[in-house]
């Protein structure tokens, strides 16, 4: 059964506009990681945020983690072309060892 | 972070035949396991490689269906036995790290006819 459901499924904006999407889970968590898929092919990690954490950035990237919401966001600044992808997220409930992804978004940047 | 060879990336298979997919990490993981991705959908955890011992196995997946083996801490191979149409997907590869962070490889991407 899959932990995470992403929201929204789909999402297009302006080139230079900001994407926001959300994921919310089930069970208590460890740690919640974030995912790009280009057309189909291998995961890319984006950023791995831990239960005791509240927020990270990595570049044009912000994560924020609400436990007692059970619910992550994943905030793209300043889009670009490049940003078209799917964005999955993915939780290891507490005390077991594997990660459960969520539907995904799908990202289109308009030109 | 882990680097994963994944291969084939793509094949082209007869129904009622069987491919394995070897995954090579370049260091020595614990936690390894093996991912299926239906066309449009999610990743779904097929199962757990564990080194030296049976592969657990999530709920509708079954070992006489996808064999693996697991015989050192940087090697693992999937099989997919007796494929059908509905077995065409992307099965990936994937290894978690001491950061607990989870690396995939590129995917192998399956069409059974």
């Known amino acids: 059964s899959q932990q995470g459901e992403e929201d929204p499924q789909a999402l297009s904006i302006q080139e230079g506009e900001n994407a926001t999407m959300n994921c919310s889970y089930k069970?208590?968590?460890?740690?919640l990681q974030w995912y790009r898929q280009n057309s189909g092919r291998g995961l890319v990690h984006l950023i791995l945020?831990?239960?005791?954490?509240r927020e990270k950035h990595s570049g044009r990237l912000r994560v924020t983690l609400d436990t007692s919401k059970k619910s992550s966001s994943l905030l793209i600044t300043a889009s670009r072309a490049a940003d078209t992808a799917s964005y999955f997220c993915?939780?290891?409930?507490?005390?077991?060892?594997?990660?459960?992804f969520g539907k995904g978004t799908r990202l289109h940047i308009l030109p | 972070s882990a680097v994963i060879s994944q291969k084939p990336s793509r094949d082209i298979c007869q129904r009622g035949t069987s491919l394995t997919i070897q995954c090579q990490v370049d260091?020595?993981?614990?936690?390894m396991f093996w991912y299926r991705q239906q066309p449009g959908q999610s990743l779904t955890l097929i199962a757990t490689?564990?080194?030296?011992?049976?592969?657990?196995?999530e709920s509708g997946f079954v070992i006489d269906k996808f064999p693996i083996s697991r015989p050192n801490l940087t090697f693992s191979t999937l099989t997919v036995s007796n494929m059908s149409p509905e077995d065409s997907s992307i099965y990936l590869c994937?290894?978690?790290?001491?950061?607990?962070?989870?690396?995939f490889g590129a995917g192998t991407r399956l069409s059974v006819l």
């Open positions: 993915a939780t290891d409930a507490a005390g077991r060892d594997k990660i459960i």
């Open positions: 490689a564990n080194q030296g011992s049976e592969a657990t196995y």
């Open positions: 994937s290894v978690r790290t001491a950061s607990n962070i989870q690396y």
């Open positions: 260091s020595q993981v614990t936690m």
């Open positions: 069970t208590s968590i460890n740690n």
């Open positions: 945020i831990r239960s005791n954490e």
